[in-house]
């Protein structure tokens, strides 16, 4: 079963960091493209950043320079280093993976930015 679960959301104050974390389990990790995606309340979820197999990596313009994805392939785990926090990057953040011969979402780990 292809399963992607989250963890490491929590509370932090305005310019605090977290570091968000995505473990996958049934598919050939190394082969698969994982991106994070976040919805706040009352909008669209909304693509955040993605790493490819290779290790290529690419953020969203409202998040440059803020936020960093990397990859462990050992641990099977995507990670979303998140710094410089702002209220606004208050969402549910939500992992995805595709390519590693399954295709799945995780659940969703709650980020608030609020003093």
């Known amino acids: 079963q292809v399963q992607l679960v989250e963890s ?3 509370l932090v ?3 605090g960091s977290l570091r968000l974390s995505c473990v996958a389990s049934g598919m050939i990790f190394k082969n698969t493209v994982l991106e994070w995606y976040r919805q706040a309340p009352g909008k669209q979820r909304e693509w955040v950043a993605r790493i490819t197999s290779r290790n290529n990596t690419d953020v969203a313009w409202f998040v440059k320079g803020r936020f960093t994805i990397s990859r462990d392939n050992i641990k099977n785990t995507v990670y979303l280093q998140m710094n410089s926090l702002e209220p606004e990057d208050t969402a549910v953040y939500y992992c995805y ?3 590693g011969g399954g295709t799945t979402w995780g659940q969703g780990t709650q980020v608030t930015v609020s003093s």
């Open 97 to 99: 993976g595709y390519g």
């Open 13 to 15: 104050q305005p310019g």
């Open 8 to 10: 490491g959301g929590g």
